[in-house]
Protein backbone atom coordinates (compact mmCIF):
# COMPACT_ATOMS: atom_id res chain seq x y z
CA UNK A 1 0.00 0.00 0.00
CA UNK A 2 0.78 3.57 -0.56
CA UNK A 3 -0.29 6.81 1.38
CA UNK A 4 0.28 9.41 1.27
CA UNK A 5 0.75 11.96 4.68
CA UNK A 6 0.29 15.67 4.62
CA UNK A 7 1.81 18.47 7.57
CA UNK A 8 2.00 22.05 8.27
CA UNK A 9 -1.68 23.14 8.10
CA UNK A 10 -3.24 25.57 10.73
CA UNK A 11 -3.96 28.53 11.53
CA UNK A 12 -2.09 31.73 10.16
CA UNK A 13 -2.95 35.87 9.88
CA UNK A 14 -3.82 37.39 6.33
CA UNK A 15 -0.43 38.36 5.06
CA UNK A 16 1.18 35.15 7.11
CA UNK A 17 2.97 32.41 5.51
CA UNK A 18 2.88 28.74 5.85
CA UNK A 19 4.27 25.55 4.22
CA UNK A 20 2.13 22.11 3.65
CA UNK A 21 4.45 19.12 3.07
CA UNK A 22 3.22 15.86 1.61
CA UNK A 23 5.71 12.69 2.13
CA UNK A 24 4.64 9.48 0.44
CA UNK A 25 5.50 6.12 1.46
CA UNK A 26 5.06 2.20 1.14
CA UNK A 27 5.77 0.08 -2.04
CA UNK A 28 6.35 2.37 -4.36
CA UNK A 29 8.37 2.44 -7.90
CA UNK A 30 7.96 5.88 -9.22
CA UNK A 31 5.70 8.72 -8.46
CA UNK A 32 4.85 11.23 -11.68
CA UNK A 33 2.99 14.07 -10.96
CA UNK A 34 2.77 15.53 -7.41
CA UNK A 35 -0.53 17.83 -7.24
CA UNK A 36 -2.02 20.03 -4.68
CA UNK A 37 -5.80 20.81 -4.44
CA UNK A 38 -8.05 22.60 -2.05
CA UNK A 39 -11.98 22.69 -0.78
CA UNK A 40 -12.74 26.02 0.68
CA UNK A 41 -15.29 25.99 2.61
CA UNK A 42 -18.69 25.06 0.74
CA UNK A 43 -17.32 25.01 -2.07
CA UNK A 44 -15.81 22.23 -4.53
CA UNK A 45 -12.48 20.89 -4.87
CA UNK A 46 -9.86 22.91 -7.02
CA UNK A 47 -6.46 22.71 -8.55
CA UNK A 48 -3.75 24.81 -6.82
CA UNK A 49 -0.30 23.68 -7.78
CA UNK A 50 1.03 20.38 -9.86
CA UNK A 51 4.93 18.97 -10.53
CA UNK A 52 6.09 16.41 -12.42
CA UNK A 53 8.93 14.35 -11.81
CA UNK A 54 11.13 16.35 -13.82
CA UNK A 55 10.39 20.07 -12.14
CA UNK A 56 7.66 21.40 -14.27
CA UNK A 57 5.56 22.81 -12.89
CA UNK A 58 1.80 24.65 -12.98
CA UNK A 59 0.16 26.93 -10.73
CA UNK A 60 -3.16 28.23 -10.48
CA UNK A 61 -3.85 32.03 -11.66
CA UNK A 62 -5.19 32.97 -7.83
CA UNK A 63 -2.39 31.71 -6.43
CA UNK A 64 0.40 31.83 -8.61
CA UNK A 65 2.51 34.91 -8.12
CA UNK A 66 2.12 34.09 -4.21
CA UNK A 67 2.39 30.29 -3.73
CA UNK A 68 5.74 27.70 -4.59
CA UNK A 69 5.66 23.66 -5.30
CA UNK A 70 8.28 22.22 -5.26
CA UNK A 71 9.72 18.13 -4.63
CA UNK A 72 12.01 16.29 -3.19
CA UNK A 73 12.39 13.26 -5.28
CA UNK A 74 14.41 11.32 -3.10
CA UNK A 75 12.24 11.66 -0.47
CA UNK A 76 9.01 11.36 -2.56
CA UNK A 77 7.92 14.84 -0.81
CA UNK A 78 6.13 17.49 -2.19
CA UNK A 79 6.02 21.24 -0.87
CA UNK A 80 3.22 24.11 -0.91
CA UNK A 81 4.98 27.33 0.31
CA UNK A 82 2.48 29.78 0.43
CA UNK A 83 2.77 33.67 1.24
CA UNK A 84 0.77 36.59 1.81
CA UNK A 85 -2.19 34.37 2.11
CA UNK A 86 -5.45 36.16 2.34
CA UNK A 87 -9.11 34.45 3.97
CA UNK A 88 -9.58 33.08 0.47
CA UNK A 89 -7.14 30.95 0.61
CA UNK A 90 -9.06 28.91 3.74
CA UNK A 91 -9.79 25.79 2.98
CA UNK A 92 -8.86 21.90 3.58
CA UNK A 93 -5.46 21.08 1.48
CA UNK A 94 -5.41 17.66 -0.56
CA UNK A 95 -2.10 16.41 -2.19
CA UNK A 96 -2.55 13.89 -4.57
CA UNK A 97 -0.02 11.42 -6.57
CA UNK A 98 -0.23 9.37 -9.10
CA UNK A 99 2.57 7.13 -10.73
CA UNK A 100 3.47 2.83 -10.14
CA UNK A 101 3.74 1.08 -7.38
CA UNK A 102 5.25 -2.07 -7.18
CA UNK A 103 3.23 -4.60 -5.33
CA UNK A 104 3.71 -8.53 -5.04
CA UNK A 105 6.27 -8.56 -7.50
CA UNK A 106 3.48 -6.76 -9.76
CA UNK A 107 3.44 -3.15 -11.33
CA UNK A 108 -0.01 -1.35 -11.21
CA UNK A 109 -0.71 1.97 -11.60
CA UNK A 110 -1.00 4.43 -8.53
CA UNK A 111 -3.06 7.01 -7.46
CA UNK A 112 -3.43 8.04 -4.05
CA UNK A 113 -4.66 11.23 -1.79
CA UNK A 114 -3.28 12.30 1.51
CA UNK A 115 -5.93 13.14 4.46
CA UNK A 116 -6.19 16.97 3.57
CA UNK A 117 -5.01 19.25 5.99
CA UNK A 118 -7.05 22.47 7.31
CA UNK A 119 -5.43 25.96 6.77
CA UNK A 120 -7.76 29.22 8.19
CA UNK A 121 -6.28 32.18 7.60
CA UNK A 122 -7.71 34.93 9.94
CA UNK A 123 -7.07 37.17 12.00
Known amino acids: QVQLVESGGGLVQPGGSLRLSCAAS????????MTWYRQPPGKQRELVAA???????NLADAVKARFTISRDNAKNTVYLQMHNLTPEDTAVYYC?????????????????WGQGNLVTVSS
Open 96 to 112: NADGIQLSRGAFRSLEV
Open 26 to 33: GSIFSINA
Open 51 to 57: ITSGGTT
